[in-house]
């Protein structure tokens, strides 16, 4: 299982754009990069998927590069109710597979 | 989206009984469902992972005696507590893959289990 690597802990302001970057040295072929959201005593929340380059849903983007070693998160103009642990992982592929979750980055977001 | 529910959402328990959590896929059927335990300012610890009709796999370290995993239909799961101790209080979560292209795994609310 690819592990990641994310900051600890990221500081924004209310209506600011947030990128935050996931190091995935070691993804294999067939995996995804899914990135969840949670907040205190909850459990986590899908936010987007990608496998390469760029996809965007209606609360974020998720830039790819072509090595696929990384990837990065991109909130736009966010809120106070941003204020979430987000988890970047990576896995499955043909199957059922179970997904291992690192640190998290703890996103708080101030007026 | 998918839904994943949990019941129930908190218990209160006394040292030595048992506890049983549920954990329903709403809206799809999951072969197969995980459970996490998760600690105050910690990540998500994955479990086991149980597939239905077969006996759950077990991470390395998680007492399969103590932690009962049951996934008698593909929108059931459950999680059994068995002689619940005080550090045994936790965050506990499931998880369902719902199977599709991308296999995104969809989350419950999680339980919050206190033992006394």
């Known amino acids: 299982l690819a592990k990641t690597t994310q900051p600890i802990s990221m500081d924004s302001y209310e209506g600011q754009e947030v990128n935050i970057t996931c190091s995935h040295n070691?993804?294999?072929?067939?995996?995804?990069i899914t990135w969840y959201q949670q907040f205190p005593s909850q459990g986590p929340r899908f936010i987007i998927q990608?496998?390469?380059t760029k996809v965007t849903n209606e609360v974020a983007s998720l830039f790819i590069p072509a090595d696929r070693k990384s990837s990065t998160l991109s909130l736009p103009r966010v809120s106070l109710s941003d204020t979430a642990v987000y988890y970047c992982?990576?896995?499955?592929?043909?199957?059922?597979?179970?997904?291992?979750f690192g640190t998290g980055t703890r996103l708080l977001v101030s007026p | 989206g998918a839904v994943v529910s949990q019941h129930p959402s908190w218990v209160i328990c006394k040292s030595g009984t048992s506890v049983k959590i549920e954990c329903r896929s709403l809206?799809?059927?999951?072969?197969?469902m995980f459970w996490y335990r998760q600690f105050p300012k910690q990540s998500l610890m994955l479990m086991a992972t149980?597939?239905?009709?077969?006996?759950?796999?077990?991470e390395q370290g998680v007492e399969k005696d103590k932690f009962l995993i049951n996934h008698a239909s593909l929108t059931l799961s459950t999680l059994t507590v068995t002689s619940a101790h005080p550090e045994d209080s936790s965050f506990y979560i499931c998880?369902?893959?719902?199977?599709?292209?991308?296999?995104?795994?969809?989350f419950g609310p999680g339980t919050r289990l206190l033992v006394l």
């Open positions: 998880s369902a893959y719902q199977g599709l292209a991308g296999e995104t795994q969809y």
């Open positions: 070691n993804i294999a072929t067939n995996d995804y």
């Open positions: 990608g496998y390469k």
């Open positions: 992982l990576v896995g499955a592929g043909t199957g059922f597979q179970k997904l291992v």
């Open positions: 809206d799809f059927q999951a072969t197969t």
């Open positions: 149980s597939n239905e009709g077969s006996k759950a796999t077990y």
